[in-house]
């Protein structure tokens, strides 16, 4: 992952952290309420204007990894969510938030230690990770699940994503997909799921990777 733009925005005792390359722009910082991230404003994030509560449930709703938030006295601490989930969006990435382990992440990137959005069209240039491509790329799946996998009474713990050279992500840890309309569609403990864009079983990898000779 490339790191050409990251902005701080330092407040009294907490400085909130924006990585451009990670950030596609779903609103979920700039449509909250309150004055922590206003558009048009300069600067757009203050976090003097908003409390130490509100900056940490702010930046912990965005679904990239994108935002972060360290506060200066070691309180607010960002934890794993309870339960490891990957949500199929439609006709974009993998959303997922747990205890994560991703190939390629960047260690002084906090954000994805706990959220991600992964590419699954194939045509990302900042892959493992989602950078909009699938909508100049006309890539489209609108997110339904098919299969069920096995019932996990396990919901958290470690997940880590390893990126299969030319193939697919495989993630291995307890772990629930989701589908595009939130429906708890799969659980299990190990999954390889498409990332080339071209399965016909999405999210799963079908090994048509090898067919259309996905490189990445």
Not at 74 to 95: K, R
Not at 173 to 180: D, I, N, R
Not at 181 to 198: F, T
Request: glycine share 12%.
């Amino acid at each position: 992952m490339s790191k050409s733009e990251r902005v701080n925005y330092p407040g009294d005792e907490v400085v909130v952290t924006w990585e451009g390359d990670l950030c596609i722009h779903i609103g979920e910082c700039g449509r909250a309420q309150g004055e922590l991230f206003v558009g048009g404003r300069k600067p757009w994030c203050d976090p003097k204007l908003s409390s130490d509560d509100e900056v940490e449930e702010i930046c912990e709703r965005c679904p990239t990894g994108a935002l972060s938030a360290e506060f200066a006295d070691g309180s607010h601490v960002e934890t794993p969510a309870a339960e490891n989930t990957v949500q199929v969006a439609y006709n974009g990435p993998l959303f997922v938030r747990g205890d994560l382990a991703i190939d390629g992440a960047p260690e002084d990137v906090p954000g994805l230690n706990f959220r991600a959005a992964l590419c699954r069209c194939g045509a990302s240039k900042n892959k493992p990770f989602c950078d909009n491509s699938h909508e100049s790329a006309g890539f489209k799946d609108f997110g339904a699940i098919g299969e069920t996998g096995a019932a996990d009474a396990q919901t958290g713990g470690p997940l880590s994503v390893a990126v299969v050279p030319d193939g697919p992500l495989l993630v291995k840890g307890s772990v629930t997909l989701k589908s595009s309309s939130g429906r708890i569609a799969w659980q299990g403990q190990q999954v390889a799921l498409c990332r080339c864009g071209a399965s016909e079983n999405k999210p799963f990898c079908d090994g048509k990777h090898k067919v259309i000779g996905f490189k990445g």
